[in-house]
């Protein structure tokens, strides 16, 4: 590990005269730009959110049908958070963990939506062979920690996963997801005290939908706007907009120019939205149908790049076919989820312990 | 041989651990300039450097939940809580993350980490510096628990628990940090040097996990103790005139049933010592345990003796430790049993 930049090195130099203005006393991450992306990566962000839309529409299927038991949080409308910042990460160097409405996440990371699914429906081949559920889903193979079903608990151990980074000097940044209602937990201020206080390369991810569980960000935080929750660490914050796979990517450019330049780590708001309830047994008696109605009129995610790839001169057509493959994907997926076996029951004891008792 | 005490003996299993792999970190509060407030890991930082032993913000949930994500990561972590009563803001991260990590993600992650923490009274701490919290761990499966009770074991079960690859609480019993004691609480504590469990050897060996010791062997009763209590269950036993098989457990998970047994099956009679309050002690699962394999066997039911159940006194705290009348008295009944 490098010696760790202290917060002291930050500060204007000695002798400086007038103090300048509480917003500009120390260097900040530049306003991002919204990312020029080309025509081949237009269309992969809109596979990639649509892959998660069907995906969820078809998990709500499933757990409506009883396939899937317990819990399941669908992330459809965030979709342009996980894609846009996904996009702009080095497989297989990077680190990624998050918490319970972690589908998304796994699928922008390339991971096989028939495991995923299959994890949803408690078997044997799901990626945590059956016994994580839709809360608890990890990959190896792709740097993804999970998967969290404590809410802002992921929060401390992306923390550990950025010193993991930093002291074996391998380059990689973690990314840690935590919505609204996370951000108010207290061990996400330890973690932001200890990520400033020894230069950790990470990126807080706060996914601010809104709502946490049924509680308006305006009836539980004192401080809504959440990209200025680390003012008291010297962490600085972007607010980005989530709706836009563009801009989230664009955002995600200059956080990592940040933390690549050892300036420590930095925070992203995504303002976003779910349409559907926190899990899904939900009423919704929180907010109006037009709200929803109108946030999927105005601010759609793949809606919004339609328009994008229309101005690159991607045919309709084109679209037509993608959204033909992604069903057959994600239909494959659900088949495979509902006809693979369950675990044998000897699996019950597996894995308590590296060792046994 | 040198001779060390416990807090030499476990500085000495860091400085070996240190020595052999890149992977293992120190960190904890005061630990590193300081040398932590018992001066267990006193020198290593200015040996090892502030990378690999260093101080954290006070923010237990914080020190632990980052230790779960290094050793998610490859390190291998050794995190101090300065108290083990300052563990609950932390007990979150322990229970939901480290000891499940490994089963929820299908064994594709687990936490090899170990959490050190001195546990117990007799210093006069009061509530929040004294208490015996094993049992809050022992039931929560995926955690190991060890706790030794001298110089010799505290060394060679630490560096089991540190190349261990679950997650360990290693309780150490501060009262007998700097030596043994004669079992009653009143009195001063002898020196480590003279016991030859402070015979520790400089480099690297281990006490394997599971592993019970016999610390006295007897044929009319079982006394089961670990940590602090094994020096009361000494002077308990010569007090009571019964000739009595001590075990130290050394660690509570995973447990050495075999050997408790093996030794209740002969013996017949059964005492548990611990100074954690009575009910839903660790206790009361030894005493389940051994009923279950030892019904035909026993004698007599079998006794607990433990801290009373009220939270931790500081007026009262050498009637609430258990010392060596309460346990000579409860041999004394049940070879009347």
Same mark, same amino acid.
């Given at each position: 590990?490098?010696?760790?930049?202290?917060?002291?090195?930050?500060?204007?130099?000695?002798?400086?005269?007038?103090?300048?203005?509480?917003d500009?006393?120390?260097?900040?991450?530049?306003d991002?730009?919204p990312?020029?992306?080309?025509?081949?990566?237009?269309?992969?962000?809109?596979k990639?959110?649509?892959?998660?839309?069907?995906?969820?529409?078809?998990?709500?299927?499933?757990?409506?049908?009883?396939?899937?038991g317990?819990?399941?949080?669908?992330?459809?409308?965030?979709?342009?958070?996980?894609?846009?910042?996904?996009?702009?990460?080095?497989?297989?160097?990077?680190?990624?963990?998050?918490?319970?409405?972690?589908?998304?996440?796994?699928?922008?990371?390339?991971?096989?939506?028939?495991?995923?699914?299959?994890?949803?429906?408690?078997r044997?081949?799901?990626?945590?062979?059956?016994?994580?559920?839709?809360?608890?889903?990890?990959?190896?193979?792709?740097?993804?920690?999970?998967?969290?079903?404590?809410?802002?608990?992921?929060?401390?151990?992306?923390?550990?996963?950025?010193?993991?980074?930093?002291?074996?000097?391998?380059?990689?940044?973690?990314?840690?997801?935590?919505?609204?209602?996370?951000?108010?937990?207290?061990?996400?201020?330890?973690?932001?005290?200890?990520?400033?206080l020894w230069?950790?390369?990470?990126?807080?991810?706060?996914?601010?939908?809104?709502?946490?569980?049924?509680?308006?960000?305006h009836?539980s935080?004192?401080?809504?706007?959440?990209?200025?929750?680390?003012?008291?660490?010297?962490?600085?914050?972007?607010?980005?907009?989530g709706?836009?796979?563009?801009?989230?990517?664009?955002?995600?450019?200059?956080?990592?120019?940040?933390?690549?330049?050892?300036?420590?780590?930095?925070?992203?708001?995504?303002k976003?939205?779910?349409?559907?309830?926190?899990?899904?047994?939900?009423?919704?008696?929180?907010?109006?149908?037009?709200?929803?109605?109108?946030?999927?009129?105005?601010?759609?995610?793949?809606?919004g790049?339609?328009?994008?790839?229309?101005?690159?001169?991607?045919?309709?057509?084109?679209?037509?076919s993608?959204?033909?493959?992604?069903?057959?994907?994600?239909?494959?997926?659900?088949?495979?989820a509902?006809?693979?076996?369950?675990?044998?029951?000897?699996?019950?004891?597996?894995?308590?312990?590296?060792?046994?008792? | 041989m040198?001779?060390?005490?416990?807090?030499?003996?476990?500085?000495?299993?860091?400085?070996?651990?240190?020595?052999?792999?890149?992977?293992?970190?120190?960190?904890?509060?005061?630990?590193?300039?300081?040398?932590?407030?018992f001066?267990?890991?006193?020198?290593?930082?200015?040996?090892?450097?502030?990378?690999?032993?260093f #101080?954290?913000?006070?923010?237990?949930?914080?020190?632990?939940?980052?230790a779960i994500?290094?050793?998610?990561?490859?390190?291998?972590?050794?995190?101090?809580?300065?108290?083990?009563?300052y563990?609950?803001?932390?007990?979150?991260?322990?229970?939901?993350?480290?000891?499940?990590?490994?089963?929820?993600?299908?064994?594709?992650?687990?936490?090899?980490?170990?959490?050190?923490?001195?546990?117990?009274?007799g210093?006069?701490?009061?509530?929040?510096?004294?208490?015996?919290?094993?049992?809050?761990?022992?039931?929560?499966?995926?955690?190991?628990?060890?706790?030794?009770?001298?110089?010799? #074991?505290?060394?060679?079960l630490?560096?089991?628990?540190?190349?261990?690859?679950?997650?360990?609480?290693?309780?150490?019993?501060?009262?007998?940090?700097?030596?043994?004691?004669?079992?009653?609480h009143?009195?001063?504590?002898?020196?480590w040097?003279?016991?030859?469990?402070?015979?520790?050897?400089?480099?690297?060996?281990?006490?394997?996990?599971?592993?019970?010791?016999?610390?006295r062997?007897?044929?009319?009763?079982?006394?089961?103790?670990?940590?602090?209590?094994?020096?009361?269950?000494k002077?308990?036993?010569?007090?009571?005139?019964?000739?009595?098989?001590?075990?130290?457990?050394?660690?509570?998970?995973?447990?050495?049933?075999?050997?408790?047994v093996?030794?209740?099956?002969?013996?017949?009679?059964?005492?548990?010592?611990?100074?954690?309050?009575?009910f839903?002690?660790?206790?009361?699962?030894?005493?389940?345990?051994?009923?279950?394999?030892?019904?035909?066997?026993?004698?007599?039911?079998?006794?607990?003796?433990?801290?009373?159940?009220?939270?931790?006194?500081?007026?009262?705290?050498?009637?609430?430790?258990?010392?060596?009348?309460?346990?000579?008295?409860?041999?004394?009944?049940?070879?009347? #049993?």
């Amino acid at each position: 590990m490098a010696k760790p930049a202290s917060s002291r090195s930050r500060k204007p130099a000695a002798g400086t005269a007038a103090p300048a203005p509480a917003d500009h006393n120390r260097e900040r991450p530049a306003d991002p730009k919204p990312y020029q992306a080309s025509k081949e990566e237009l269309l992969e962000f809109y596979k990639q959110m649509l892959l998660i839309r069907r995906f969820e529409e078809r998990a709500g299927q499933l757990y409506g049908l009883g396939l899937i038991g317990g819990f399941c949080h669908l992330y459809i409308g965030q979709e342009a958070v996980a894609v846009g910042i996904q996009s702009a990460l080095t497989p297989g160097k990077d680190s990624v963990i998050t918490g319970y409405r972690d589908h998304g996440h796994m699928l922008a990371y390339g991971i096989d939506p028939k495991v995923i699914m299959a994890e949803l429906t408690g078997r044997e081949a799901g990626i945590s062979r059956g016994k994580g559920g839709s809360m608890h889903m990890f990959s190896v193979e792709h740097k993804f920690y999970g998967g969290h079903g404590i809410v802002g608990a992921q929060v401390s151990l992306g923390t550990g996963l950025a010193f993991g980074h930093k002291y074996s000097e391998d380059g990689g940044v973690c990314v840690a997801y935590f919505g609204d209602g996370a951000a108010n937990q207290g061990q996400v201020y330890e973690s932001f005290n200890m990520a400033a206080l020894w230069g950790l390369p990470i990126i807080y991810v706060i996914e601010n939908n809104q709502y946490a569980m049924g509680t308006s960000v305006h009836r539980s935080s004192s401080e809504d706007r959440f990209y200025l929750r680390g003012e008291s660490f010297r962490i600085p914050g972007i607010q980005v907009d989530g709706m836009d796979v563009l801009a989230c990517r664009g955002a995600t450019e200059e956080a990592l120019a940040w933390i690549h330049a050892g300036k420590g780590p930095i925070i992203l708001e995504m303002k976003t939205y779910r349409y559907r309830g926190h899990s899904m047994s939900d009423p919704a008696k929180y907010r109006s149908r037009d709200e929803v109605q109108t946030m999927r009129e105005t601010s759609d995610p793949i809606e919004g790049i339609k328009k994008a790839l229309a101005d690159a001169g991607i045919k309709e057509d084109e679209l037509k076919s993608i959204d033909a493959e992604i069903r057959k994907v994600v239909s494959e997926a659900a088949d495979f989820a509902e006809t693979s076996p369950e675990p044998v029951a000897g699996e019950l004891y597996t894995d308590v312990l590296v060792e046994q008792y | 041989m040198p001779t060390m005490n416990m807090i030499q003996a476990i500085n000495s299993a860091l400085d070996v651990m240190l020595e052999r792999d890149p992977d293992v970190l120190l960190f904890g509060e005061d630990i590193g300039y300081f040398g932590g407030v018992f001066r267990v890991t006193d020198g290593l930082q200015a040996k090892y450097g502030k990378n690999r032993c260093f #101080d954290t913000p006070i923010a237990e949930g914080g020190i632990i939940g980052a230790a779960i994500g290094m050793g998610a990561y490859g390190l291998r972590p050794v995190a101090e809580i300065q108290f083990v009563d300052y563990i609950l803001p932390a007990y979150d991260q322990l229970v939901s993350e480290a000891a499940r990590l490994r089963y929820r993600s299908g064994g594709e992650f687990w936490a090899p980490i170990t959490v050190r923490s001195p546990y117990g009274g007799g210093i006069f701490g009061g509530q929040t510096h004294s208490q015996s919290p094993e049992a809050l761990f022992a039931h929560v499966v995926g955690l190991k628990t060890v706790i030794p009770s001298n110089p010799y #074991d505290a060394k060679g079960l630490l560096i089991s628990c540190i190349e261990d690859d679950d997650p360990v609480i290693f309780m150490e019993p501060k009262r007998i940090y700097n030596g043994p004691f004669n079992g009653k609480h009143d009195e001063a504590l002898k020196n480590w040097a003279g016991d030859p469990s402070a015979d520790v050897p400089e480099g690297h060996y281990t006490v394997p996990l599971g592993k019970a010791a016999i610390a006295r062997e007897g044929k009319d009763a079982t006394v089961l103790a670990y940590g602090t209590m094994v020096h009361v269950a000494k002077a308990g036993i010569e007090d009571s005139g019964v000739d009595a098989e001590l075990i130290d457990l050394r660690s509570i998970v995973p447990l050495d049933i075999e050997t408790i047994v093996a030794s209740v099956a002969k013996t017949g009679r059964c005492v548990i010592l611990h100074e954690a309050t009575r009910f839903a002690g660790f206790g009361g699962e030894l005493s389940a345990l051994i009923q279950e394999r030892c019904f035909w066997a026993l004698k007599a039911p079998i006794a607990r003796v433990a801290g009373w159940d009220t939270p931790y006194p500081h007026a009262f705290e050498l009637d609430y430790l258990p010392g060596p009348g309460r346990l000579a008295a409860a041999l004394v009944k049940v070879m009347e #049993d």
